[in-house]
């Protein structure tokens, strides 16, 4: 059983590019929740999608926007990259609300 | 918005050593309060806590929560090196965000 996935690993780009970012639930997992985690600091809620919709979001600028498909999988997307967005992307699943979210291993972004 | 503070920071003990990591929360809005363990990138789930007072334990690690106090703590005993992590303590809410703290970085010397 696969738990849940993220490609890429690493990605680099420069100030301005746009970024995508994909996440694979872990198997019956219906839910996904995107995080970015700075150095040193803990992960920080960035959005969370429930059929194929965005249900709650964090304190992050529209910049930052996501998808869901039918078959659960979901993207980040960001625009107009900043130094400042450098981070750790994590993706988390869960089976519905209040349940326990599984992560993923992240994606590393670096913006140059 | 709401805050989950930890402490220490980063803590360095040798092995075999007692840690005991603190984590206090805002109120609001509180379903229940998550510990998690980060080695490299994944955070792995340890604990969630709901109940006030009840101790819940895994091995040599155990947590309680004070609901009243809007505190938590998670205790390793017997530690060992591979017991060295960022240990994460998170609050959900109903809403089910859930707010992390920054982290204690856990180092255990041989």
């Given at each position: 059983d696969a738990g849940v996935t993220q490609s890429p690993t690493h990605l680099i780009k420069t100030r301005g590019q746009q970024v995508t970012?994909?996440?694979s639930p872990k198997s019956g997992h219906d839910t996904v929740s995107w995080y970015q985690q700075a150095l040193g600091q803990g992960p920080q809620f960035i959005f969370q999608y429930?059929?194929?919709?965005?249900?709650?979001?964090g304190n992050f600028p529209d910049r930052f926007s996501g998808h869901q498909f039918p078959n659960y999988s979901s993207e980040l997307n960001v625009n107009a990259l900043l130094l400042g967005d450098s981070a750790l992307y994590l993706c988390a699943s869960s089976y519905g609300q209040g349940n326990e979210q599984f992560f993923g291993p992240g994606t590393r972004l670096t913006v140059l | 918005e709401d805050k989950v503070v930890q402490s220490p920071l980063s803590l360095v003990v040798h092995e075999g050593d007692t840690v005991t990591l603190n984590c206090s929360y805002e109120v609001t809005n509180f379903r229940s309060l998550l510990w998690?363990?980060?080695?490299?990138?994944?955070?792995?789930?340890?604990?969630?806590?709901?109940?006030?007072?009840?101790?819940?334990?895994?091995?040599?690690?155990?947590?309680i929560l004070d609901k009243k106090e809007l505190f938590s703590i998670l205790n390793i005993t017997a530690t060992q090196t591979g017991d060295s992590a960022v240990y994460l303590c998170a609050r959900r809410g109903r809403d089910d965000k859930i707010i992390f703290g920054k982290g204690t970085r856990l180092h255990i010397l041989p």
């Open positions: 970012l994909r996440c429930y059929e194929e919709e965005e249900r709650q979001r | 998690y363990k980060q080695e490299k990138k994944a955070p792995t789930f340890l604990f969630m806590l709901t109940s006030s007072g009840i101790e819940k334990k895994s091995g040599r690690l155990s947590s």
